[in-house]
């Protein structure tokens, strides 16, 4: 039996009972909710992982919804717990979801949320700080500078990779990764090969590689080149410079192991800001002994929050504790989110048409719009309309919230 959970909470009197499971940066998520008629119950636990049996305790015999955090396994028990607690919605304050099942919430009749788009930019940058730091060995450099062992230029020190002119392979170009191939393209003037399930048309619409490739050339630069690979085989013996941005399923699991090390690039750089599991670690951490030019940059782990024993030792590996999404604005945003997502479904509101847009979400100088950003198993749970969002009716607008309809129908 699980020991009783500290908790704080806010607007004690509230209709619906909401439990984050975490403390949640900012304060605008809270306000959202007890602003709608929510008892808020944040876990103050000091333990860094939340147990099932500690979650369920949290949930007790009433809860509405719950915002939860991508190291917590919702499965099965969790959701069946929530269901007989009276609860219809879930929300991971994350974008992944690998660490719910979905199909268990929705035989449960209880939404799931996500938190797409308000982290795209802040894990492409740390993906692309990765990249860097790993191509010019900035925190082996980092370490000897601290150690004392600098005693002058030399011609030999630290020498790395040169980004400008190489390629970069971006392996899922969805959000993030279409994000940080424009970073590295537009920024550093490297050449494009991805590959992903499906074509890029984000990536393919706005990378504007034609026009910079133009750009460069009457400026007497080398134009930056870009293409679709068939295979990710092509990208893995192409690129100079390659970022794994997919999502964690069964196609994506150890996407990167043994055979496919053997064909990249003996000094190529590895990123990983996706999930652990995408790569066998195992299998990394001897091509790193025997290849001290190949080198990686990883903010997530086969087994986190552990690391495969030897990868600690490697001086050819920059490692991070999962930050990729660790912005202010970022992490209130993932926040506001996932806490929109519970109350959304909680009140009945529809689900947000397009959840690659949800900054009406974050702007905190107006009311969000009356909707949850992001449900993803909404279809299966059949209680939300083909297309989504209804347009907003001037009577349910000002019903919620009063006097903003402008900002909501424009
Ligand atoms: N390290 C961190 O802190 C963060 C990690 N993530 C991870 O990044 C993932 C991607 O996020 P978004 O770009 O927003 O998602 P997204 O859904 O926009 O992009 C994922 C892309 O992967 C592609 N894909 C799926 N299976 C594939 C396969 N077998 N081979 C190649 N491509 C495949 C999809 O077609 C899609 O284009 C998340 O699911 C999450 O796990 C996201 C944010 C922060
Ligand atoms: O949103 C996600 O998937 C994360 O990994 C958070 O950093």
Known sequence: MATPISIEVW?????YRVISTKPMPGTRWIKLLTDQDCRVEICTEKK???SVEDIIALIGTKCDGVIGQLTEDWGEVLFSALKKAGGTAFSNMAVGYNNVDVDAATKYGIAVGNTPGVLTETTAELAASLSLSAARRIVEADQFMRAGLYEGWLPNLFVGNLLK??????????????????????????????????????LEKYLPIIAYGQFLKANGEQPVTWKRAATMEDVLREADVISLHPILDKTTYHLINKERLAIMKKEAVLVNCSRGPVINEVDLVEHLRVNPMFRVGLDVFEDEPYMKPGLA???NAVVVPHIASASKWTREGMATLAALNVLGKIKGYPVWANPNQVEPFLDENSVPPPASPSLVNAKKLGTFPDSLIRPPSAD???DIYGTNLALITN
């Open 165 to 202: 002119g190489q390629t970069v392979g971006v392996i899922g170009a969805g959000r993030i990764g279409s994000a940080y191939a424009r970073m590295m393209v537009e920024g550093f003037k490297m050449n494009l090969i991805y590959y992903d399930l499906y074509q890029s048309t984000r």
């Open 48 to 50: 860094t992982i939340l």
């Open 313 to 315: 030792e490697m001086k």
């Open 11 to 15: 607007n004690p009197s509230g209709k």
């Open 396 to 398: 349910f607008i000002c």
